[in-house]
């Protein structure tokens, strides 16, 4: 019943920047824990990111640590996911997705506690 919806997906060179967002519709998104993954073509999908609800705890992937950042603003319902020195293995489409926390400050990785997906969107690192 949780409608996400992710956006700023494009075609940038290795080093470049992008800024994805995951917006929600249908309900408010901030009493959600937030993650994003991303899946390349013949891959297992993987974890990237995640967000607590408050936003004060974050986890990240080994390959993107340093590199991207995640964040949230409550007061527009959105979670975004910062990308900087992107490289071409950093190539995947892109998706964000929600889960009910268990517990203060939860931030889970396993795509298994996330009920709710957007459709994702296309980020192609090439030069």
């Known amino acids: 019943q949780l409608q996400l919806v992710e956006s700023g997906g494009d075609l940038v060179q290795p080093g470049g920047s992008l800024r994805l967002s995951c917006a929600a519709s249908?309900?408010?998104?901030?009493?959600?824990?937030v993650g994003w993954f991303r899946q390349a073509p013949g891959k297992e999908r993987e974890a990237v990111s995640c967000?607590?609800?408050?936003?004060?705890?974050?986890k990240y992937a080994d390959s993107v640590k340093g590199r991207f950042t995640i964040s949230r603003d409550n007061d527009k319902n959105t979670v975004d996911l910062q990308m900087n020195s992107l490289k071409p293995e950093d190539t995947a489409h892109y998706y964000c997705?929600?889960?009910?926390?268990?517990?203060?400050?939860?931030?889970?990785?396993?795509?298994?506690?996330?009920?709710?997906w957007g459709q994702g969107t296309q980020v192609t690192v090439f030069s």
């Open positions: 249908r309900s408010s998104l901030n009493y959600y824990v």
């Open positions: 997705a929600a889960a009910a926390p268990r517990i203060s400050g939860d931030c889970p990785t396993d795509m298994r506690r996330f009920g709710s």
């Open positions: 967000i607590s609800t408050g936003g004060r705890t974050a």
